[in-house]
């Protein structure tokens, strides 16, 4: 599959850091992983997640930045979207890219060599093969699995397993007359966002092969390719009608001397 160098530090991020032993760049590689996770995060959940406190945490997230691995956005308030925005920490391209993009470069020569020697439907071709491999292996994996929910959180995974880190996010949406529950897939890594940036055909084939994996249509609301801080595809899972608001009825009685002729 593709080339991914996230083994070394998935699995740790749970553990407290700052354990004996513990070095500086291991420890650094933990918080960037797990910006890599959640993001985009605060400095306060980092150091939740991670055993930090609020000064360590801050530290190695000041060295990422200076180092151009975590950019810093400012996020609004979501709830009232009054006061000062927060600082939240995501992945530059740079610290995507120090997790795993081997070969390529290479790989972007030879699609353009393709491109220009067979045309646009050549590389589209490519991409379509390169992606029918994974489809089967996951087709496998969600075999049995019922309820959309329970089929993204196995995909998800499957993600992962490639090199993606995927995770999925429950979204609740109210509208005028109804309550609509969706799931949106999340990738927070991309192996090979560089080569998609320059051939956008493979973020369409993938989004095309979740749609027939999952059974319904999905819609890609950002990529890592296209600029987003992660990939994320949202998927419906259905809707409530929302609660009718009763009607205020008076009930009028007449006595038998009022009582309409």
Do not use: W
């Given at each position: 599959?593709?080339?991914?160098?996230?083994?070394?530090?998935?699995?740790?991020?749970?553990?407290?850091?700052?354990?004996?032993?513990?070095?500086?760049?291991?420890?650094?590689?933990?918080?960037?992983?797990?910006?890599?996770?959640?993001?985009?995060?605060?400095?306060?959940?980092?150091?939740?997640?991670?055993?930090?406190?609020?000064?360590?945490?801050?530290?190695?997230?000041?060295?990422?930045?200076?180092?151009?691995?975590?950019?810093?956005?400012?996020?609004?308030?979501?709830?009232?979207?009054?006061?000062?925005?927060?600082?939240?920490?995501?992945?530059?391209?740079?610290?995507?890219?120090?997790?795993?993009?081997?070969?390529?470069?290479?790989?972007?020569?030879?699609?353009?060599?393709?491109?220009?020697?067979?045309?646009?439907?050549?590389?589209?071709?490519?991409?379509?093969?390169?992606?029918?491999?994974?489809?089967?292996?996951?087709?496998?994996?969600?075999?049995?699995?019922?309820?959309?929910?329970?089929?993204?959180?196995?995909?998800s995974n499957m993600l992962s397993s490639d090199g993606f880190?995927?995770?999925?996010?429950?979204?609740?949406?109210?509208?005028?007359?109804?309550?609509?529950?969706?799931?949106?897939?999340?990738?927070?890594?991309?192996?090979?966002?560089?080569?998609?940036?320059?051939?956008?055909?493979?973020?369409?084939?993938?989004?095309?092969?979740?749609?027939?994996?999952?059974?319904?249509?999905?819609?890609?609301?950002?990529?890592?390719?296209?600029?987003?801080?992660?990939?994320?595809?949202?998927?419906?899972?259905?809707?409530?009608?929302?609660?009718?608001?009763?009607?205020?009825?008076?009930?009028?009685?007449?006595?038998?001397?009022?009582?309409?002729?």
């Amino acid at each position: 599959m593709y080339s991914s160098n996230l083994d070394s530090a998935s699995g740790s991020t749970a553990e407290t850091v700052g354990a004996v032993g513990d070095t500086e760049e291991r420890t650094r590689d933990r918080v960037l992983y797990a910006v890599l996770e959640d993001g985009p995060v605060s400095a306060a959940e980092l150091g939740n997640k991670l055993g930090f406190t609020p000064a360590a945490v801050r530290r190695h997230l000041d060295a990422l930045s200076k180092s151009g691995l975590v950019e810093v956005k400012l996020v609004a308030n979501q709830k009232s979207g009054a006061g000062r925005p927060s600082r939240r920490y995501v992945l530059s391209h740079r610290g995507q890219t120090k997790l795993g993009n081997d070969y390529l470069e290479i790989a972007t020569d030879a699609l353009k060599m393709l491109g220009e020697a067979a045309g646009d439907d050549a590389i589209r071709k490519f991409a379509r093969n390169r992606f029918a491999e994974m489809e089967t292996r996951y087709a496998k994996a969600l075999a049995g699995v019922e309820g959309l929910e329970a089929r993204a959180e196995v995909l998800s995974n499957m993600l992962s397993s490639d090199g993606f880190v995927g995770y999925t996010r429950k979204v609740d949406t109210k509208v005028a007359t109804a309550l609509m529950h969706s799931v949106q897939l999340c990738q927070g890594h991309c192996p090979i966002q560089d080569l998609a940036r320059e051939f956008p055909v493979f973020c369409d084939t993938e989004t095309e092969m979740f749609a027939r994996l999952l059974g319904v249509d999905v819609r890609r609301l950002s990529t890592l390719a296209g600029g987003g801080h992660v990939c994320t595809t949202h998927i419906p899972v259905g809707r409530e009608k929302a609660p009718m608001r009763a009607e205020k009825r008076t009930r009028i009685q007449f006595t038998k001397q009022e009582r309409p002729r």
